[in-house]
Every structure is written in structure tokens, then in C-alpha cells.
């Protein structure tokens, strides 16, 4: 093996090992209930209220796109891949950028060796309230973009197709299964898990001054939309 291919290979297994710790760290943190439980409520409101608007204007578009999908392949599609993902992405972006620059700025000014020198768990503390806040609240968002994204189908086939409602609403049943909801809730909340999790990895690794935390906020977004793509193929695999 090449010198290149060898530090190629070194640098992944190492970052692989990396995310496996910090993972092992964050689940053992959640023993810790009284430290990121106050902080809980908090999270889930930056991290998924505040996240609806942009996925529902990601949904209106989405549903709009596949003018020649009516009913069943709206449904479809949505439900189960289009808004999952797609607003997983965008998400991403918000919270995947929002946490790492965040626990960025906090590492390069020392508060996390604040907290603990407090004898706070940095963990418990800053990461778990984070990913159980983005993997709650995740399937919420999307079961939004879910909703507005078939409404937008419907509204784009009727006044673009003619398509009648009745017909739109037949194809949309004849082939709907529970599954198709369901599978899209347990993959965006394995995303909104992942992306958080990126997020707080990349930030409480971020390097001293502006450029450090930039480029840690950068990162935590493509690997967060990385993961995304990564489980989305694992849960077709394992649930379809």
C-alpha cells in the first residue's frame, strides 16, 4: 500500500474510532439525567420549532416538483424519501452549523474547561440534551413537510394536470401503507441523531480562533448530510 493510501486509510480508521468514543461518551452521559434534563425542553424548542419554516418551505417545492407523479407516487415519494431527506438536508445545514459553531466558540474561549473544572460532565451537559433534542424533534418536522409537501402535490396535479380531487385522493389510498409514515419518521429521527451528534463532535473538537471554529462548522455540515445519506440507504436495506 502507498504512503498516500496508508495515511488515507489511518486518517479514516482514526476518525471512525473517534466518532465510535464520542459516541460511547454521549450514551453513557445519559445516565446523568439531572444535569441535561433542565436543558431538554430548550434544545427541542431552537432545534425543532424554530427549524419548521424552513422545512415546510423545502416541502412546498418538494411536493410541487413531480408534476407527472399524481396521487400514489406523491404520497409515495414524500412520505417515505423526499421529505425525510430532503428535509434532513436542509436541517443539517441549520442545526448541524447552529451546534458545531456554538460548541465551537465555546471550546476556543475555555467554558467547556470551565464547566469542567465545575465538575460538570461536558457530555451530559452539552451533548446529550442536543442529539435526544434533534432526534425527538426531527420526526415532528418532518411529519410537517410530509403533510405540506402531499398537500402541495395535490394542489400542483389539480390546477396544472387536471386532475380531479377525487382522482388524486384515489391514487393516494390505493397505495398507502402505515409503513410508508412510520419509515419516514424512524429515518429522520435516526438523521436529526446523527446530525446533532456531527454537530457537537466537530464543535467540542474545533481549534483556537475564528478559522478553527468556521472550519469545524463546515465539517460537522458535510458530515452531518454524510450520515444522512449513509443511513438512508441502511434503513432501505434493513425496513424495505
Known sequence: MSPPVASRVAARDGFVAHVGRRSLETFRALADVRTWSPLLVGQMRR????????????????????????????????????GPVLTGMALAGRVGASIAAELGTMKVTEQVDAL?????????????????????????????????????????????LDLSTPEFFKGLRQFYQFKDIWFGLVKSASFGGAVAL?????????????????????RAVVLGC???????????????
Open 198 to 218: 456531527m454537530g457537537c463532535l466537530r464543535g467540542l473538537d474545533a481549534k483556537s480562533g475564528a478559522q478553527g471554529v468556521g472550519q469545524s462548522t463546515t
Open 116 to 160: 469542567e473544572t465545575l465538575a460538570f460532565d461536558r457530555n451530559a451537559y452539552l451533548v446529550v440534551p442536543r442529539v435526544l433534542a434533534a432526534t425527538l424533534m426531527f420526526p415532528v418536522v418532518t411529519a410537517f413537510a410530509m403533510a405540506v409537501g402531499v398537500t402541495s402535490g395535490w394542489i400542483t396535479a389539480v390546477n396544472l
Open 47 to 82: 432545534l425543532g420549532v424554530d427549524s419548521v419554516p424552513i422545512a415546510l418551505f423545502i416541502a412546498v417545492f418538494t411536493g410541487a416538483v413531480p408534476l407527472y407523479f399524481v396521487g400514489a407516487l406523491v404520497g409515495k415519494t414524500v412520505m417515505m424519501e423526499l
Open 226 to 240: 454524510e450520515a444522512i445519506l449513509v443511513l438512508d440507504a441502511f434503513w432501505a436495506l434493513v425496513l424495505l
